[in-house]
C-alpha cells in the first residue's frame, strides 16, 4: 500500500509540474556546482541534493555531479562532458553581478554563442528593481548577460533569471533561488521511467553480516541497484545502537517487490529483524 500511495504522489508530482514521460527510458542528468566557495569548504552545497530530489518524480535521475572553480576553461570543459554524457545538465553559481560571476560567459563558450547584455532579461531586471526600489548598477546589469540564443528561465525570488541554452540549465548558486527557478523548468523536460526506491531496515546487523548475501542479490539482480548504509547512534543508556538500512532502487515495482523480499530474507539468515519500509525511511 505504501508503494502504491509513492508512485501515486510520483505521478501526481510528474503531472503537476507538466513534465512529458516516456514509460520505459532511462533519462539522466549531470550536475555542475561552480565555486570557489564550494572547493574552499565555505559553503556547504544543497543544492545537488533538491536537484536531484525535484527531477526524480520527473523520471530523470542524476547521473554525474562536478565541482569547479570560477575559471572559465573548467567550465567549459564540465559543460562540454555533462551535455554529451547526459540528456540535461544543470548548473548552478556564477551568474550574480560580480566579477567572479563568469558561467554565462563560459556558456557561451561552450555553445559557441555571443554573450551580452539582452533586452528582454534587461527589462525584467529593471522591473524587478523599481519594483523594489533599489538602484540598478552597471555591476547588477551584468546579470543580464545571457547568450544569444539561450531561453531565459523564471527567477521568482529576486528577478534576475536564469537561463536555457540546449540541453543546459544554468541556475543561480543560491539554493533557495535555484529551488524556485526549477518551478519553470520541469514543463521544458521530458523525463523517463521513474526510479523507484525501497528500504529493509535491519537493526543490530552490520554490513560484514550481510555483505556475502549482498553480493550475490546483486548479481542475480542486475537491474536493480543495491545499496547498504550503516548507522549508529548512542542511546540513552550510552550503549551504541548499530544498523544497517539496505536500499533496493529499479524501475521494475515487480521485480523490485521481488528484490525487497529476498533482502528481507538475508537479514533474517544472519540473525536480524528486517523492516520493510519503515516510516522513517529516506
Not at 47 to 72: H, T, W
Not at 81 to 89: F, G, I, K, T
Request: net charge negative; with cysteine.
Amino acid at each position: 500500500m505504501a508503494l502504491f500511495m509513492a508512485n501515486a504522489y510520483i505521478r501526481h508530482e510528474s503531472e503537476a509540474k507538466g513534465c512529458k514521460m516516456t514509460q520505459g527510458k532511462r533519462v539522466t542528468a549531470g550536475v555542475l556546482l561552480i565555486g570557489d566557495e564550494l572547493l574552499s569548504g565555505r559553503t556547504r552545497d544543497i543544492n545537488l541534493s533538491e536537484i536531484a530530489k525535484f527531477l526524480a518524480p520527473l523520471g530523470v535521475a542524476v547521473a554525474e555531479c562536478r565541482v569547479v572553480p570560477d575559471e572559465q576553461d573548467r567550465i567549459v570543459e564540465a559543460v562540454n562532458h555533462l551535455r554529451q554524457a547526459c540528456d540535461y545538465v544543470f548548473t548552478t553559481g556564477g551568474i550574480g553581478p560580480t566579477h567572479d560571476d563568469i558561467t554565462a560567459d563560459a556558456i557561451g563558450a561552450a555553445f559557441g554563442q555571443t554573450v551580452d547584455v539582452r533586452d528582454d532579461a534587461l527589462a525584467i531586471i529593471e522591473e524587478w528593481y523599481a519594483k523594489t526600489q533599489t538602484p540598478l548598477t552597471e555591476s547588477r546589469k551584468r546579470m543580464a548577460r545571457v547568450p544569444a540564443e539561450a531561453i531565459l528561465i523564471k527567477n521568482p525570488v529576486t528577478g534576475a533569471p536564469g537561463f536555457q541554452t540546449g540541453n543546459v540549465y544554468t541556475l543561480a548558486g543560491v539554493p533557495k533561488i535555484a529551488r524556485a527557478m526549477l518551478e519553470d523548468v520541469a514543463h521544458r523536460i521530458e523525463g523517463g521511467a521513474v526510479t523507484l526506491s525501497r528500504t529493509v531496515a535491519t537493526g543490530g546487523l552490520r554490513e560484514g553480516d550481510l555483505a556475502e548475501g549482498l553480493g550475490k542479490l546483486a548479481a542475480e539482480y542486475p537491474d536493480v541497484s543495491i545499496g547498504s548504509y550503516p548507522y549508529f547512534f548512542e542511546g540513552p543508556d550510552g550503549e551504541i545502537k548499530r544498523g544497517t538500512n539496505l536500499v533496493a532502487r529499479g524501475t521494475d515495482e515487480a521485480l523490485l517487490g521481488e528484490v525487497v523480499e529476498k533482502l528481507a530474507d538475508l537479514s533474517r539468515s544472519v540473525g536480524g529483524k528486517p523492516v520493510i519500509d519503515p516510516p522513517d525511511a529516506k
